[in-house]
Nanobody, 118 residues
Framework: QIPLVESGGGLVQPGGSLRLSCKIS????????MNWGRQAPGKEREVIAR???????YYDESVKDRFIISRDDVKNTFDLQMHNIKPDDAGTYYC????????????WGQGTQVTVSS
């Protein structure tokens, strides 16, 4: 069973919107952070949005005021709503959870592709 599964990627025009979702299938009782990461072609993967156990949100400057991260603890999902998408937003999007363990551990999904083209 894959513990994290992303969905919602696809082709979007510049200026458009897209919603990504991450289904948490693994039994994690100690999630500290839920994150969305992005890997653009030729670049390293980076975390661009985070929501904490307490519901606080953080965004990379490149997506601030355009992307919104949210969680649904009933459905065991967390989403990334993307607005005003730019060509630089293209890449593979991964969901990720940081676990409160010793030593710390994180789990990544397999990724979903976002292509930006007119």
């Amino acid at each position: 069973q894959i513990p994290l599964v992303e969905s919602g990627g696809g082709l979007v025009q510049p200026g458009g919107s897209l919603r990504l979702s991450c289904k948490i299938s693994g039994r994690f009782w100690n999630i500290l952070y839920m994150n969305w990461g992005r890997q653009a072609p030729g670049k390293e993967r980076e975390v661009i949005a985070r929501i904490t156990r307490g519901g606080e949100t953080y965004y990379d400057e490149s997506v601030k005021d355009r992307f919104i991260i949210s969680r649904d603890d009933v459905k065991n999902t967390f989403d990334l709503q993307m607005h005003n998408i730019k060509p630089d937003d293209a890449g593979t999007y991964y969901c990720n959870v940081d676990l409160d363990e010793n030593p710390p551990r994180d789990v990544w999904g397999q990724g979903t592709q976002v292509t930006v083209s007119s």
